[in-house]
């Protein structure tokens, strides 16, 4: 407990310096990212279960939406591995709707060939065709999907990123259609919230998105909606996680 003391105390007194140096350093990146990303860019999120896009990718759906990207969702599971598949569908529809992705925007797939299990590796062929037919049935031209470490080493995590990686390195995604993959980090890192932003400034990958305390508080209430999840473990990770607060992204 004395440790979760000393750890908020400091987030409270380099908070407002923090905030200072990103907020100079925001409006200057605004300008690069608008032109790497475009404005008014159709998205596709691709994550593996209900509760990835709130637990991991929140910072990089409401930036997209500052940049009014119109944006997609597919899930390539239903959450299952506790029997709770279709609570989590649901949840998923709610988290979605409060980070601005309506539901017509969603797909979720309940395959036996895509089961929520980390012991599981989902064929790489078989994920990179309905990837595929997803991008081109949207008209996507940017992508966003976990890096090589899965940011929790999930395996079904790492299977979207290969399966993406294929069809970049393939040359099968539509001329135009970028990649964008979340930087995975190491545990300090992941759990220190605000306190990892001067390391996020200082090693930015292409894009860099962090969250205002609005933001960040709609980002909680997106998480809160997967309440099936919430055990004491995800509880503290909405509290301390930096990825609730700040996503990191390289383009592939």
Known sequence: MEAVGVLCLAVAILAPGIFWVWHFLERMKNQVQAG?????SRTLLVIAHP???????????LG???????????????????NQGEIRKKELLQSC?????????????????????????????????????HIEANDINLVVTFDAGGVSGHRNHVALHAAVRTLHLEGKLPEGCMV????????????????????????????LFVLTSKEVTQAKRAMSC???????????????????????????
């Open 36 to 40: 790497l990303l475009g404005r008014g």
């Open 51 to 61: 509760d990835d896009e709130a637990m991991f990718f929140a910072p990089t759906l």
């Open 64 to 82: 997209l939406a500052r940049l009014r990207h119109q944006v997609f969702l597919l899930c390539f599971s239903a959450g299952n591995y506790y």
């Open 97 to 133: 709707d409060v980070l601005g992705i309506p539901p017509t925007n969603v797909m979720i797939i309940d395959n036996r060939d895509f089961p929520d299990d980390p012991g599981v590796q989902w064929d790489t062929e078989h994920v990179a065709s309905i990837l595929l037919q």
């Open 180 to 207: 964008l993959t979340l930087q995975s980090v190491n545990v300090l890192r992941k759990y220190i919230s605000l306190l990892d932003l001067p390391f996020s400034l200082l090693h930015a990958g292409d894009v």
């Open 226 to 252: 997967h309440r099936s999840q919430l055990l004491w473990f995800r509880r503290l990770h909405v509290l301390f996680s930096r990825y609730l607060r700040i996503n990191s992204l390289h383009a592939l």
